[in-house]
């Protein structure tokens, strides 16, 4: 059973930056398709980028200029760098793994919330 922990999430200001981080246990992220969804207040979940176990790296729509996906193999460790942070990103940031078409993890979640 793999289990994610994310943390990072922060109160910040509009324009401002953070990086959430996501720590795997009991599996490693460079065996899975990875990736942080976010879930805003009265919406879906939302997928804002994933990396392969290859290293290639998808963004959710409108996310590539100002977020960046990486992924320590050493640490086991997935990180979401944020840039020129909106009110509109605010909401609860999740970590994935996914193993198969049957089996993936995801962590509890980080809030991060931006205000105006």
């Known amino acids: 059973q793999v289990q994610l922990m994310e943390s990072g999430g922060a109160l910040v200001q509009d324009g401002g930056s953070l990086r959430l981080s996501c720590v795997a246990s009991?599996?490693?992220?460079?065996?899975?398709?990875s990736g942080w969804y976010r879930q805003a207040p009265g919406k879906g979940r939302e997928l804002v980028a994933r990396i392969s176990p290859a290293g290639t790296i998808n963004y959710g729509e409108s996310m590539r200029s100002r977020f960046s996906i990486s992924r320590s193999d050493t640490d086991n460790i997935l990180y979401l760098q944020m840039n020129s942070l909106k009110p509109e990103d605010t909401g609860v940031y999740l970590c994935?793994?996914?193993?198969?078409?049957?089996?993936?993890?995801w962590g509890q979640g980080t809030q991060v919330t931006v205000s105006s």
């Open positions: 009991g599996g490693y992220f460079k065996n899975y398709l």
């Open positions: 994935n793994a996914v193993r198969n078409t049957w089996t993936e993890w």
